[in-house]
């Protein structure tokens, strides 16, 4: 059974910034793409980071430069490093995961492919 549970969300101010985590289990990240998204109120969901096959990555243009997305293999945990954060960033953030990992990184995030594994959120908030 894979689960992911993420974790870091919370209230920050503008311009701050915050990590979140995604402890993996029942898959393991090493052999895994991995993914961020966010969904605000009444938006649709959207990608915001993703690792792919082949060492593909990718941002969406309203996070590049300042957010980073990264993973611990030893530790099964995804991490996506948030700087610069804004209002525009509010969001409920969900981590994602597809076993094995077999799709370049730019075809989850335009929404071709779709991860068959989510967490269930954790809450981001950006108050100026």
């Known amino acids: 059974q894979v689960q992911l549970v993420e974790s870091g969300g919370g209230s920050v101010q503008a311009g701050g910034s915050l990590r979140l985590s995604c402890s993996v289990s029942?898959?393991?990240?090493?052999?895994?793409?991995m993914g961020w998204f966010r969904q605000a109120p009444g938006k649709e969901r959207e990608g915001v980071a993703v690792?792919?096959?082949?060492?593909?990555?990718t941002y969406a243009d309203s996070v590049k430069g300042r957010f980073t997305i990264s993973k611990d293999n030893a530790k099964d945990t995804l991490y996506l490093h948030m700087n610069s954060l804004t209002r525009e960033d509010t969001a409920m953030y969900y981590c994602?995961?597809?076993?094995?990992?077999?799709?370049?990184?730019?075809?989850?995030?335009?929404?071709?492919?779709?991860?068959?594994?989510w967490g269930q959120g954790t809450q981001v908030t950006v108050s100026s």
């Open positions: 994602a995961a597809d076993f094995p990992c077999l799709v370049v990184a730019k075809n989850y995030l335009n929404g071709r492919v779709n991860f068959p594994h």
């Open positions: 690792l792919g096959s082949d060492g593909t990555f």
């Open positions: 029942g898959v393991t990240v090493s052999l895994s793409c």
